[in-house]
């Protein structure tokens, strides 16, 4: 059995930007298809809770899980061709998704495609509501997924990588877009990237996860001015910049993301950590506070390894 | 500050004298609908000329369907350019045959994106690294072992892997392969083609300090066509921007994002996300409106007229701006590049 995400608990709050950071086996996926039990077999959650408001989303039945997933909250994947069905229009697609619900009428579904398809800013989206999803580019694709997840009106949007295969000036306009759905229409937005920069960019808290844990979170400008950890700490300087000044070398993060199924004792990044003390081998450090909703999953802390560097 | 002497069919001239790549009025043209009334053709690359020095990096920045990688192709002459030529030292490439093309060949290399697919599975790592030099006859096995083990140990990679199969490496490993396939003839130009965006973040930093390590070890000079600036600009010395076929701007790199002299690369900076929160809640990205046009059909005038926040017609949609000097070591294609900064 492989453990793909263990013990990781966190909470959004309602209209909250909150990113989930990490790389190919960190978990940042399967984290979020836990929340709506969507974990393909033979995967499953084997323990912990999901609360939506006051409900268990674990121990809903059949129709209250659909309703949950098809009208309290929006998922967005990284491709939504595979997410549309081809031969359906979108503006019926679109229909299609509200008529499942029962927060609108089919009348008022009818009604909602041109508006939705605006909110997204589809130009032309009275036409484009009769094209079909290989006549959209990626980019206004995207959008059309938007369009179909916001349909319901829900109160959390769920983005698993929506930019990642867009070229960057489309990759923009749909981070100003989910921006924009947060803040007209008070939506919470879950991000799950592997581009610090667009967390950055979008939300108040990051979670970093590495090995299906959370090694780091907190609000975003505290995590990227202070990170405690030394795989945030080490990711962060990695980075090349469009806005540096001076050639920098980057940091070099020796080794491979971790092998899920054969991790490492103690903490799961000691591997690749230049920090690491002896107790790192053998001990994995639980995630606590460091600072005020700052948390650390790390038994030296980036504090204290600056320190002893200054220090000779 | 415009030199009006220098027109689109000239070389983009460099301050140096040391020139080892010239690329002179490239078009790639590729046919699409083939039948009774195809016809079609893709401008992939649509008159590209430029110059690159010894032992500088050119990176060459463009979105999908700018022409990078077709460019990129042409020039180490992967694919035959439609017109225009390739000049590496001096030797116009489509113009030699035989033992001629052959040596000029071998001193230019590429690394490509995807580390999975250009590595043969059924061929050890040894053979795949040593390939090159038996194709051209370069040393019999025991040299060419011995070749392949110390680019190996160059490139990061365990010689004693040798006998390994590509799919028993991750995919840091496997670019390093990659890379080390480029370096085992000792080329002195090497394009690198997205090297890095099929890597995992924590494995993009070791293959960038890779290449800059090989660079000052072996005097390389690179062409690095990547999608991401922000990796383009940490590795360049100068950078040439695409739209739909064509070079917008090419500039020295830093200049490039503190003074961007034409308004695709504006808006194309302007959407760059940095990881750091601060300026992000500053930074204003410039949304262009409309979708990239399709390369069959190129817009008139300026490509970039269709979506440009600061065209004025007609001039733009009617004239084409040639590619031409603004201020020292900076060309840019654009009517109105001197309001570039104001919009």
């Not at chain 1, 453990?3 to 940042?28: M, N, P, R």
């Not at chain 1, 997410?83 to 019926?92: E, H």
């Not at chain 1, 090349?240 to 070099?252: A, F, G, M, S």
């Not at chain 2, 370096?183 to 993009?204: G, H, M, N």
Request: one cysteine or more.
């Amino acid at each position: 059995m492989v453990k793909a995400v263990d013990g990781v608990s966190f909470e959004v709050a309602e209209g909250e930007t909150v990113g989930i950071v990490g790389e190919s086996g960190s978990g940042k996926s399967v984290t979020a298809l836990s929340l709506l039990r969507l974990v393909p077999e033979p995967g499953r959650v084997v323990d912990g809770r999901v609360m939506f408001r006051s409900a268990d989303v674990l121990k809903m039945d059949h129709e209250e899980l659909r309703e949950f997933r098809g009208s309290d909250v929006a998922m967005i994947f990284q491709d939504p061709m595979s997410s549309m069905n081809p031969v359906l229009r979108v503006g019926f697609q679109i229909e299609e998704a509200m008529d499942a619900h029962q927060r609108f009428s089919h009348k008022q579904a009818k009604e909602r495609i041109v508006p939705m398809l605006e909110t997204v800013r589809i130009p032309a989206a009275a036409q484009r509501a009769k094209d079909y999803p290989h006549q959209f580019s990626g980019g206004m694709r995207q959008r059309a997924m938007i369009a179909m997840g916001l349909s319901n009106e829900p109160s959390l949007i769920i983005a698993d990588e929506p930019t990642t295969a867009l070229d960057v000036t489309v990759q923009a306009s749909i981070i100003e877009l989910l921006r924009d759905l947060n803040r007209e229409r008070g939506m919470a937005v879950i991000l799950i990237t592997h581009n610090l920069a667009v967390v950055a960019s979008l939300c108040t808290r990051v979670i970093v996860m590495y090995a299906g844990r959370i090694v780091e979170s907190g609000p975003t400008r505290q995590i990227f001015k202070n990170p405690q950890h030394p795989y945030t700490w080490s990711l962060l300087r990695s980075l090349p910049r469009v806005d540096e000044l001076q050639h920098d070398r980057l940091l070099n993060i020796r080794g491979l993301p971790p092998d899920m199924t054969n991790l490492p004792a103690g903490c799961k990044f000691h591997p690749r950590c230049r920090f690491r003390v002896e107790r790192c081998f053998r001990e994995e450090p639980p995630l606590e506070d460091v600072d005020p909703g700052q948390q650390a999953r790390c038994w030296v802390l980036m504090r204290n390894a600056l320190k002893d560097e200054d220090h000779g | 500050m415009k030199t009006t002497a220098e027109s689109l069919t000239q070389p983009v001239p460099t301050t140096g004298e040391s020139v080892l790549v010239r690329v002179q009025d490239i078009v790639k043209h590729f046919p699409v609908g083939a039948g009774l009334f195809g016809g079609q053709v893709v401008h992939a690359v649509d008159g590209v000329s430029f110059e690159i020095q010894a032992g500088e990096t050119l990176g060459l920045v463009g979105e999908s369907g700018s022409g990078k990688s077709t460019l990129g192709r042409v020039i180490v002459q992967l694919i035959p350019a439609t017109s225009g030529s390739v000049f590496v030292e001096g030797k116009e490439l489509t113009k030699l045959h035989g033992e001629k093309l052959r040596r000029v060949r071998q001193r230019m290399q590429m690394i490509f994106q995807d580390p999975y697919g250009s590595l043969n599975p059924r061929m050890t790592v040894g053979d795949i690294i040593g390939e090159p030099l038996r194709n051209f006859g370069l040393g019999g096995r025991r040299a060419v072992e011995r070749a392949v083990q110390e680019v190996m140990r160059i490139c990061g990679l365990n010689p004693n892997f040798v006998n390994r199969y590509p799919h028993e490496f991750s995919g840091g490993q496997r670019q390093r392969i990659g890379i080390a396939r480029a370096l085992v003839l000792r080329p002195t130009f090497i394009v690198a083609d997205e090297p890095i965006s099929a890597l995992d973040v924590s494995i993009q930093a070791q293959i960038v300090n890779l290449l800059e390590d090989l660079q000052a070890q072996f005097h390389l000079t690179y062409l690095f066509i990547a999608h991401d600036l922000s990796v383009v600009r940490h590795l360049s010395d100068r950078i040439a921007v695409m739209y739909l076929g064509k070079i917008v701007e090419l500039a020295p790199s830093r200049e490039i994002y503190t003074k961007p002299l034409h308004p695709y690369t504006k808006a194309l900076l302007s959407s760059i996300p940095v990881p750091d929160p601060d300026r992000e809640a500053q930074r204003r990205p410039i949304l262009l409106k409309g979708e990239i046009p399709s390369p069959v059909n190129p817009p008139t005038g300026c490509r970039f007229h269709t979506r440009c926040p600061i065209a004025k017609f007609p001039i733009c949609a009617e004239e084409e701006p040639p590619l031409e000097v603004k201020t020292s070591g900076h060309w840019a294609a654009c009517h109105f590049s001197d309001r570039v900064s104001a919009f």
